[in-house]
């Protein structure tokens, strides 16, 4: 009797992320090797990689690295791989570089393409539609609609889009109406302005969808392993990991879905206790293995914070009740979105239109294409 086709699901690994500064680049590539040794182990025959791979569109030597170290060892150990950019990769590098780098053993899509265009990949029998975050611009202008209906939600075009492969497995990175972010998404794009509802996702045998840092099932058919690693506090305790899926050869059977849980990464830990209490924390504070933030309730004395702050694994001192208070020595945000609001916060300026508007921005500049 055929075995059924064995895949890994991965997907979130934001290899090039910064905490307050701490890159946790080594930490993925950690998970990374395991996620390899996983693989080999449990005789998988295909590895799909749902998106944001890398952090930021112009990547760290270092984060490319481990990119392509891991997808090398993928094809040293036979285990082809597909894999789609998400909004925080580069689509260009991936079609320039790693496409024409790693295929035919590793298909990349940058860009979004159509069936007839190549987004669509046979694997032992099945149909990949191989579909990588798509912005709304870029929607508009590829599906062609009768004037009545281009006003059509983002959801009910991506909707059509999905459907138009007629794919047995789909791959891609995108909101799914009613999932449950895991801490650390990209927050324009977990509105529901870009979420497509449930209903609207095509009937394939197997979804394989990235974005969401939480691991969870979002259709009976489709399924976000979440982020390798905890990115961000307030993540500590979602599920994430990666998925292990079987694709029976007999179409009316059911595919199985089994979640591989782990805590890969140094843990993260948010410290909260009144500001008076804090001396009998520090030690606690201080044999702490993880990555921590602190905060103070009410007001502190001169010097607490700093003691704190000494402490090398500890990232965000914060003091409730204490306006003059900072957050940490200096702090540097991390994102350009997270400056912008600092600065329309000293401003005494509204930030929520703004805000949203920049980032609609970036992100269409940084998935324009050169012919746009």
């Known amino acids: 009797m055929e075995r059924p086709l064995r895949i890994l699901h991965t997907a979130d690994w934001h290899l ?5 500064g701490r890159d946790r680049t080594p930490e993925v590539a950690e998970a990374l090797e395991a996620v390899a040794n996983l693989a080999k182990e449990e005789r998988v ?8 791979l890398l952090d930021h569109p112009q990547p760290s030597a270092e984060a490319e690295g481990v990119l392509v170290e891991f997808l090398l060892r993928l094809r040293k150990e036979g285990i082809p791989c597909f894999l ?3 909004n925080h990769d580069p689509p260009e590098r991936f079609e320039r570089l790693y496409r024409r780098l790693l295929e035919p053993e590793v298909q990349v899509r940058g860009r979004l393409a159509l069936a007839d265009e190549g987004g669509l ?3 032992q029998g099945l149909r990949f539609a191989l579909v990588p975050f798509v912005s709304e611009r870029l929607l508009v202008k590829t599906l062609a609609m009768p004037s009545e209906e281009r006003r059509l939600a983002y959801g009910e075009r991506m909707g059509r889009l999905l459907s138009h492969y007629q794919a047995d497995i789909l791959v891609g990175h995108l909101t799914v109406a009613g999932s449950r972010p895991g801490g650390g998404e990209y927050a324009l794009y977990l509105a529901d302005h870009y979420a497509v509802p449930p209903g609207l996702l095509p009937p394939a045998r197997y979804i394989a969808l990235g974005h969401l840092h939480r691991m969870q099932g979002v259709a009976e058919n489709a399924h976000y392993p979440g982020s390798l690693i905890a990115l961000d506090f307030g993540a500590e305790e979602v599920e994430r990991g990666v998925l292990l899926v079987e694709v029976p050869p007999e179409r009316h059977l059911p595919v199985r879905v089994h979640p591989v849980v782990e805590r890969w990464g140094r843990p993260l830990r948010t410290f909260r206790f009144p500001a008076q209490e804090a001396q009998a924390h520090q030690e606690e504070v201080r044999q ?11 007001p502190a004395e001169p010097g607490l914070r700093d003691a704190f702050l000494a402490m090398d694994h500890v990232l965000e001192v914060s003091v409730t009740g204490n306006r003059d208070s900072k957050t940490g020595p200096e702090e540097v ?3 350009l979105e997270e400056a912008y609001a600092l600065y329309l916060e000293e401003k005494g300026q509204k930030r929520e239109e703004r805000i949203r508007a920049f980032q609609e921005l970036r992100q269409e500049v940084r998935h324009a294409s050169p012919e746009d």
């Open 333 to 335: 945000p991390d994102t």
């Open 45 to 52: 025959d295909l590895v799909l990689a749902a998106g944001d």
């Open 121 to 123: 990949v046979e694997f």
């Open 84 to 86: 789609v950019a998400g």
């Open 16 to 20: 090039g992320k910064t905490l307050k």
């Open 288 to 298: 702490f293995r993880g990555w921590a933030k602190v905060i103070l309730e009410g």
